[in-house]
């Protein structure tokens, strides 16, 4: 297995669920709060930005990877 596999399955805190979305502008995503929950995004091409509470906006490219810890 790779880290990322290792990193993940030591994390699973319940079933795996995958998306590939493609979004065009103008677009908005909101990913609720779930208890006991952990994943990431990846950015596959262009650039987004991450709005994250009590914090300045965050530009997110290319490449870029956003992880979401637990709750």
């Known amino acids: ?16 669920r995958s ?3 493609a979004w065009r502008a103008p677009w908005a ?13 990846v950015v596959l ?3 987004c930005v991450l709005l994250r509470p009590g914090a ?3 530009t997110v490219n290319t490449g870029d990877i956003v992880f979401r810890g637990a709750r």
């Open 1 to 16: 297995m790779d880290v990322l596999s290792d990193v993940l399955a030591v994390l699973r805190t319940g079933r795996a």
């Open 19 to 21: 998306a590939q979305v």
């Open 29 to 41: 995503q909101e990913f609720s709060a779930v208890p006991g929950s952990a994943g990431f995004h």
């Open 45 to 47: 091409r262009g650039s």
């Open 56 to 58: 300045e906006p965050l």
